[in-house]
C-alpha cells in the first residue's frame, strides 16, 4: 500500500521519544522537519538521521513563534524528568503554555492537525485507580512538580479550546512512564538511573520504600500509539492514555535490573521526593478500542534493549575520557 507522504513538524524532536518517532515517520516515507532547543535533547540522538533528504533540524524554543509550513505536527518539547522540570520551572511551565499556544497558533494557519504529547501526570496523586481519561486528578497546584503538571493541564486545556473555538484538529495522549534507548543517562529517571548504577556496580538508589508503583512502555510501542492516534480520523481527539498497563513496584523493577546486568550493586533507600505519586497504571481500553493498540514488548526484552544501549553509551563516554586524559 503506498503511504501519501506529509510534511511533519517535531518539536523536542532532538529528545529521547522525539528521535524515535523522527525516525518511525522518516521509515514510513513522510519529510520531518525537527526542532529543539537542546535543554535535555541532543544531536547525537538524530546524527544518524542527518543527511537523510527527508530530514531537517532546526535550533528552536517554542516558546518563541514558529512560521514554517507543514501538514501535521507532534509537539513533544519539553522536559520529562523530574530533576530537568524542576531545574527551571518558570521555563518549564513557559514551555507547556506558551509552546502550546505558538504551536496550535501555527496548526490553526495551516489547518494542520496537531497532536500534544501529553502525561499521566495530569492526574496528579491519583485516587482513581487504574486511570481512566475520564478522571480529573488530585493535582497539587503548588507543588513542586506543579509546572509540570499544571503546565500540561493547561496545555490540554488550550487544546480543547482551540478545538472548540477554531474547529482544530486535535489529538491528546497522555503518555505514561516510558522508557528506551537514547534516555538521557543522568536524567535521574527511575529505569535509566537504576540501569546505570546497576552497570557502574554503584548502590541502586530506592527512594522511599519502594512499594510505590509505575508501568513501564517500551519506546517502540508508544511511538506506534502516537503515530496511530494522529491517523485517526477527526471524531477522534483524546485525551488518551498510551502506556503499557503492567504495573510493578519501583522495588521490583530494581530486583529485574540487577538480574539482568548480572550486577553486584547493593540497593538503598533514599527520601521519597515531594508530591511522589503511590502508584500509577493505565486504563488503556480507549486506546484498544480506537486505535487497536496495544503494548507488545515485554519488560524484560525491553529492558535488555535498554541495558545494551547504555552498556554501549558507558564504552563510548569510557573512551572519550581515557582519550581527553591520555
Ligand atoms: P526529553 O527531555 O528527552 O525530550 C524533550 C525534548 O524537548 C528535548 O529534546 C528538549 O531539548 C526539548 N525542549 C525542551 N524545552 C524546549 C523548548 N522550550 N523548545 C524546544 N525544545 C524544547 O523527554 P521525552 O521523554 O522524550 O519526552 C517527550 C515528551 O513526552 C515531553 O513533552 C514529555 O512531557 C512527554 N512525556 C514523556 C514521558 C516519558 O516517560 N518519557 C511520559 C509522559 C509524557
Ligand atoms: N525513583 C527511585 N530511584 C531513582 C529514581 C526514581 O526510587 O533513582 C522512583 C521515584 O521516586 C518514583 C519512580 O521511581 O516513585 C519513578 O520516577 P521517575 O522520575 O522515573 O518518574 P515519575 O515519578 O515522573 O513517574
Not at 528506551?180 to 535509566?192: C, T
Not at 493505565?282 to 496495544?294: M, Q
Amino acid at each position: 500500500m503506498s503511504v501519501i507522504s506529509k510534511r511533519v513538524l517535531v518539536t523536542g524532536g532532538a529528545g529521547f521519544l522525539g528521535s524515535h518517532l523522527c525516525e518511525r515517520l522518516i521509515d514510513a516515507g513522510h519529510d520531518v522537519l525537527c526542532i529543539d532547543n537542546y535543554f535535555t535533547g541532543r544531536r547525537a540522538n538524530v546524527a544518524h538521521l542527518i543527511g537523510n533528504p527527508r530530514f531537517e533540524i532546526m535550533r528552536h524554543d517554542v516558546t518563541f513563534p514558529l512560521y514554517v509550513e507543514v501538514d501535521e505536527i507532534y509537539n513533544l518539547a519539553c522536559p520529562a524528568s523530574p530533576i530537568h522540570y524542576q531545574h527551571d520551572p518558570v521555563q518549564t511551565t513557559k514551555t507547556s503554555v506558551h509552546g502550546a499556544i505558538n504551536m496550535l497558533g501555527l496548526a490553526k494557519r495551516l489547518r494542520a492537525k496537531i497532536l500534544q504529547a501529553s502525561t499521566s501526570e495530569v492526574y496528579g496523586d491519583p485516587t482513581v485507580h487504574p486511570q481512566t481519561e475520564g478522571y480529573w486528578g488530585n493535582v497539587n497546584p503548588i507543588g513542586f512538580r506543579s509546572c509540570y503538571d499544571e503546565g500540561k493541564r493547561c496545555a490540554e486545556t488550550l487544546f480543547f479550546d482551540y478545538h472548540r473555538q477554531h474547529a482544530l484538529r486535535i489529538k491528546v495522549a497522555r503518555i505514561f512512564n516510558t522508557y528506551g534507548p537514547r534516555m538521557h543517562p543522568q536524567d535521574g529517571r527511575v529505569v535509566s538511573n537504576f540501569i546505570m548504577q546497576a552497570l557502574a556496580g554503584a548502590p541502586i538508589t530506592i527512594y522511599g520504600e519502594g512499594t510505590q508503583t509505575r508501568s513501564f512502555c517500551y519506546v517502540d510501542d508508544l511511538v506506534d500509539g502516537l503515530i496511530r492516534l494522529m491517523e485517526t480520523g477527526d471524531e477522534i481527539t483524546g485525551p488518551m492514555n498510551i502506556g503499557n498497563p503492567v504495573e510493578m513496584s519501583i522495588r521490583e523493577l530494581a530486583e529485574a535490573v540487577i538480574e539482568l546486568t548480572g550486577s553486584t550493586s547493593e540497593l538503598i533507600h533514599q527520601p521519597l521526593p515531594h508530591d511522589d505519586p503511590v502508584q500509577r497504571q493505565p486504563d488503556i481500553g480507549f486506546a484498544r478500542r480506537a486505535l487497536d493498540w496495544e503494548p507488545k514488548v515485554k519488560l524484560r526484552d525491553g529492558l535488555k534493549r535498554t541495558i545494551t544501549y547504555f552498556t554501549a553509551l558507558r564504552e563510548e563516554l569510557q573512551d572519550k575520557g581515557g582519550r581527553s586524559n591520555g
